[in-house]
């Protein structure tokens, strides 16, 4: 007769940690789905401020000398460590501009009168992550706030394409974080 209260309590206990485990991982779970819904909406306004600025930059060059521009925007959902759910990460709009082979500046003159606007709208040229100029190219790093511009200019002579990319990172969200 003893055997069995014991028996019973410890089902007793053993169901009410069950149920307070699965009861806390469902929170868990919700308080997840809150935070990437929170995170979809800052980062749909990091991608369109990344766009609008990206934009910025190429009303700076005068259409008469470019010979193509293309934008593509990368990155997106990151997946949970141990988990199937994708969330909200980090996006990039990248844009390469092509300038005339026989335009009235190269890249690197480009990238040069573009700097003092940059600074003016608000951009932080940051030095010290720059690399070394490389044979063919080098890069410009600058921030604004939590975005990062990166300026890739090649230095190329024509015929070959006389490329000038650049690409505007938004900050990143961390479901870690929350």
């Known amino acids: 007769m003893m055997q069995l209260n014991i028996r019973t309590v410890l089902a007793v206990i053993t169901t009410g940690v069950v149920v307070f485990l699965l009861s ?17 909406v800052e980062l749909k306004g990091f991608i369109d401020q990344a766009r609008d600025w990206s934009e910025d930059i190429v009303a700076q060059i005068p259409s008469a000398e470019v010979e193509s521009i293309s934008v593509e925007l990368s990155g997106g959902p990151w997946q949970v460590y ?33 700097e003092p606007w940059l600074t003016e709208q608000g951009w932080v040229r940051n030095r010290d992550t720059e690399w070394a100029a490389g044979k063919d190219s080098f890069e410009r790093q600058y921030t604004r706030g939590r ?10 002579a024509p015929p070959q394409a006389q490329s000038f990319n650049f690409t505007v990172a938004t900050p990143s969200t961390d479901i870690e974080a929350q």
Request: glycine share 4%; net charge negative; proline share 7%.
């Open 147 to 156: 975005y990062f511009l990166t300026l890739e200019v090649y230095t190329t």
């Open 24 to 40: 806390g991982c469902a929170m868990s779970e919700a308080h997840k789905a809150e935070v990437a819904a929170a995170q979809e």
């Open 82 to 114: 141990h988990s199937d759910r994708k969330l909200p990460g980090s996006y990039k709009w990248v844009n390469w501009v092509v300038l005339l082979p026989d335009g009235p500046r190269t890249p690197t003159e480009l990238a040069d009168d573009l």
